[in-house]
């Protein structure tokens, strides 16, 4: 029944390495995101997809890949991993909703991500 | 560029107590506003939205906000503070023009509800 889900809930790796996070929605949502939380609690948009199309890519290091193979899942791929990069990946989903107005987001539980 | 402010890093009340969490917002044009909170170790939860028409909008948990254009204010309201809503507070600010359109976040406001 869980609405977006992300594996794995921790990650912790060391400095240099690739890691990748996934995630999935089961509200036949079209608009899928990426956000990074710092240890502030800033939540900072990443990458956003509308139907498998990269719609939003804010200003984040090309290290960063995220990939979407359909509406239900957003996948987000790092490489050579650094310190930085230590925080909070929320996947969240929503409806376009053009038409009305922009649907509220799903989040997920989250990503720790733990660089060392 | 868009932008939101939450001016007060956490708020304290006392339970029972009427709450507010302020949020202003700066956007060309009239926004799409939102209210998210956050609970430990958890993923933001959707509260409420002000679209379009009444300016108060009413929304979970016995949560309203009211929106005023003059001030560019969103402020999350509540009449009887609970313990259980201890949490973290996001206002978010969208903007109305068309196409896709990213939501910006407010660093987010620290509710701690006193028994």
């Known amino acids: 029944d869980t609405a977006v889900s992300q594996t794995p809930k921790y990650l912790v790796t060391q400095m240099g390495n690739d890691k990748s996070i996934k995630c999935e929605q089961n509200l036949g949502h079209d608009t899928m995101y990426w956000y990074k939380q710092d240890s502030k609690k800033f939540l900072k948009i990443m990458f956003s997809?509308?139907?498998?199309?990269?719609?939003i890519n804010e200003t984040v290091p090309n290290r960063f890949s995220p990939k979407s193979p359909d509406k239900a899942h957003l996948n987000l791929h790092i490489n050579s991993l650094e310190l930085g990069d230590s925080a909070v990946y929320f996947c969240?989903?929503?409806?376009?909703?053009?038409?009305?107005?922009?649907?509220?987001?799903?989040f997920g539980p989250g990503t720790r991500l733990t660089v060392t | 560029a868009q932008s939101v402010a939450q001016p007060e890093d956490q708020v304290n009340v006392a339970e029972g107590n009427p709450l507010t969490v302020k949020c202003t917002y700066s956007?060309?044009?009239?926004?799409?506003l939102f209210w998210y909170v956050q609970y430990p170790n958890r993923g933001l939860q959707f509260l409420l939205k002000?679209?379009?028409?009444?300016?108060l909008v009413k929304g979970s948990y016995g949560f309203e906000a009211e929106f005023n254009k003059s001030q560019t204010s969103f402020h999350l309201k509540k009449p009887s503070a609970l313990v259980s809503d201890s949490a973290l507070y996001f206002c978010?600010?969208?903007?109305?023009?068309?196409?896709?359109?990213?939501?910006?976040f407010g660093t987010g406001t620290k509710l701690q509800v006193i028994p």
């Open positions: 969240a989903s929503s409806s376009s909703g053009l038409a009305g107005g922009p649907d509220e987001q799903y």
């Open positions: 978010a600010v969208r903007p109305r023009s068309g196409g896709y359109q990213k939501v910006t």
């Open positions: 997809y509308n139907n498998k199309e990269l719609i």
């Open positions: 956007v060309s044009g009239n926004p799409y």
């Open positions: 002000y679209i379009t028409g009444d300016n």
